[in-house]
T-cell receptor
């Protein structure tokens, strides 16, 4: 079982729909990242969370540390939001290890 | 302020050759991370370096792979005697401080390595 599980794996929706992507993890973490990977391969960091909720434009990310769960929401989705969305956690090790552990990503397609 | 620069974007090597992947972090960033994305798989952590030091190489194969981040110049990921299984996209990311301090991470565009 992966330490980071995302759902759904694939999601196709119509322009304007409200999108939710979920991420569950099984280890203690110091922070969680949401990343966006465009069809060309480039990766952009969208959010970094250690508690609560963050909003940037039409994107909202929430995290529940007790339940080990995070969600990424997209309001008023647009075809340009089509990308792979990746959840990644920094496992809390207390030591020098600092590498991210990634989910396999959610492939989102927004149709016009 | 240029972003994280990786080169080359595409690298083709024959089995047994060496591959050198370069990463110049953003200005002011002294923490560099290398990740590998195999076809149809998720990203995997390889190595974390801070200027002149390897902090964590727990994700890097023990043989043929090495990484450095010298005082001057880019970080280099070196793969000796490449095999077909090394074909993947290799991403570099940089930050001002350790990720565990909740620093934001900036990614390069990646190097696509193809081994013939």
């Amino acid at each position: 079982k992966n330490e980071v599980e995302q759902s759904p794996q694939n999601l196709t929706a119509q322009e304007g729909e409200f999108i939710t992507i979920n991420c569950s993890y099984s280890v203690g973490i110091s922070a969680l990242h949401w990343l966006q990977q465009h069809p060309g391969g480039g990766i952009v960091s969208l959010f970094m969370l250690s508690s609560g909720k963050k909003k940037h434009g039409r994107l909202i990310a929430t995290i529940n540390i007790q339940e080990k769960h995070s969600s990424l929401h997209i309001t008023a989705s647009h075809p340009r939001d089509s990308a792979v969305y990746i959840c990644a956690v920094i496992p809390y090790s207390g030591g020098g290890a600092d590498g991210l552990t990634f989910g396999k990503g959610t492939h989102l397609i927004i149709q016009p | 302020n240029a972003g994280v620069m990786q080169n080359p974007r595409h690298l083709v090597r024959r089995r047994g050759q060496e591959a050198r992947l370069r990463c110049s972090p953003m200005k002011g960033h002294s923490h560099v991370y290398w990740y590998r994305q195999l076809p149809e798989e998720g990203l995997k952590f390889m190595v974390y370096l801070q200027k002149e030091n390897i902090i964590d190489e727990s994700g890097m194969p023990k043989e043929r792979f090495s990484a450095e981040f010298p005082k001057e110049g880019p970080s280099i990921l070196r793969i000796q005697q490449v095999v077909r299984g090394d074909s993947a996209a290799y991403f570099c990311a940089s930050a001002r401080d350790r990720l565990a301090t909740n620093e934001k991470l900036f990614f390069g565009s990646g190097t696509q390595l193809s081994v013939l």
